[in-house]
């Protein structure tokens, strides 16, 4: 069974980069064009297209935390398109909330339908070093790693909640900061197990982050 996670561990999980990279490469340029930190519709649909990618990457090679983490920020993906619709009443708070839920719920129940189908044990963690033949990490870098992808996953987290209370769609320092130490941390960690996929996805953050804090201080 590792054999088919394996062939498809590459493909499914390249191709989210592509929307996650142009997503900030297009942002980094309105905003260098504006000369302040800015975020567009387009930011959104491009990041929901790459976080619906990545969450069948993950779901394939069970690793159900990132799972979750796509699927948290497939939604607030979906809510900032919501709060940036031209005209219309967005959808209140507690349905976009109840909907989270009913996602995160029908995700429990078909990864542990798939592994029952795939052979009766639920694994719930299955790294690349599984996959690929790398010597598995000490606790400590796994402890790091689930750090920094708290904090990486967190900045969308965060800009929800500022949205949510704000009603409009908006990517602030705190994002920006987010972004770049949860996406220091992720590299450090990625490059000891030897996820390439991952480390390849996290390469391009750094700098459009750094950019970005400088047009929100210069402002």
Same mark, same amino acid.
């Given at each position: 069974?590792?054999?088919?996670?394996?062939?498809?561990?590459?493909?499914?999980?390249?191709?989210?980069?592509?929307?996650?990279?142009?997503? *900030?490469?297009?942002?980094?340029?309105?905003?260098?064009?504006?000369?302040?930190?800015?975020?567009?519709?387009? *930011?959104?649909?491009?990041?929901?297209?790459?976080?619906?990618?990545?969450?069948?990457?993950?779901?394939?090679?069970?690793?159900?935390?990132?799972?979750?983490?796509?699927?948290?920020?497939?939604?607030?993906?979906?809510?900032?398109?919501?709060?940036?619709?031209?005209?219309?009443?967005?959808?209140?708070?507690?349905?976009?909330?109840?909907?989270?839920?009913?996602?995160?719920?029908?995700?429990?129940?078909?990864?542990?339908?798939?592994?029952?189908?795939?052979?009766?044990?639920?694994?719930?963690?299955?790294?690349?070093?599984?996959?690929?033949?790398?010597?598995? %990490?000490?606790?400590?870098?796994?402890?790091?790693?689930?750090?920094?992808?708290?904090?990486?996953?967190?900045?969308?987290?965060?800009?929800?909640?500022?949205?949510?209370?704000?009603?409009?769609?908006?990517?602030?320092?705190? *994002?920006?900061?987010?972004?770049?130490?949860?996406?220091?941390?992720?590299?450090?960690?990625?490059?000891?197990?030897?996820?390439?996929?991952?480390?390849?996805?996290?390469? *391009?953050?750094?700098?459009? %982050?750094?950019?970005?804090?400088?047009?929100?201080?210069?402002?």
């Amino acid at each position: 069974m590792d054999e088919w996670r394996l062939l498809l561990y590459y493909p499914l999980g390249i191709l989210p980069t592509l929307f996650f990279s142009l997503r *900030f490469l297009l942002q980094w340029l309105q905003s260098e064009k504006a000369h302040e930190s800015v975020v567009f519709p387009l *930011f959104w649909r491009l990041s929901l297209v790459g976080n619906l990618l990545a969450l069948s990457h993950y779901f394939i090679q069970l690793q159900f935390p990132f799972v979750l983490v796509q699927a948290v920020n497939a939604v607030i993906s979906w809510r900032n398109l919501d709060l940036m619709r031209p005209s219309g009443p967005s959808l209140p708070t507690r349905k976009v909330v109840i909907g989270l839920c009913i996602v995160i719920t029908v995700l429990f129940a078909a990864f542990f339908l798939q592994g029952m189908l795939i052979g009766g044990d639920i694994e719930w963690t299955h790294t690349p070093a599984k996959l690929a033949g790398v010597t598995p %990490a000490p606790l400590a870098w796994h402890v790091m790693g689930a750090i920094g992808a708290c904090l990486f996953a967190s900045r969308f987290w965060v800009q929800w909640y500022q949205a949510e209370v704000r009603q409009q769609s908006r990517l602030t320092a705190t *994002f920006w900061w987010l972004s770049m130490v949860g996406n220091i941390l992720s590299l450090a960690y990625f490059g000891r197990i030897g996820d390439t996929v991952s480390i390849i996805n996290n390469a *391009f953050c750094t700098v459009p %982050a750094l950019r970005n804090l400088m047009l929100l201080k210069a402002k």
